[in-house]
């Protein structure tokens, strides 16, 4: 869904794809803006999550360190408009090899 000028925040019912498997979730060059939903941590079989370039505002939510599942491989959520301290729950992903935080607000 990659480049597709969605707009409008991520629906919090996207934890509610879990039961599909979904692997990879890739958002990344829209126009969405709002807060990334908590519910994002509930897809526990995520390996590559790529929200960037959006307008994506607020907290990174801790929740996301809860995507060690089957082990989130990629974390990219940069050039956005993310405040705030980076949550120490992403020191969880145990096997994360790619994460991109750049280009945000984050203290």
Known sequence: LSSNQLSGE???EIGQLDGLGLVLLDLS???LSGPIPSQL???????????SSNQLSGEIPSEIGQLDGLGLVLL???????????P????QLSRLRFLDLSSNQLS
């Open 88 to 91: 120490s729950q992403l020191g």
């Open 29 to 31: 060059a829209n126009q």
């Open 41 to 51: 941590g509930q897809l526990s079989r995520l390996r590559f999550l790529d929200l």
């Open 10 to 12: 991520i629906p919090s």
């Open 76 to 86: 990219d959520l940069s050039a956005n408009q993310l405040s705030g301290p980076i």
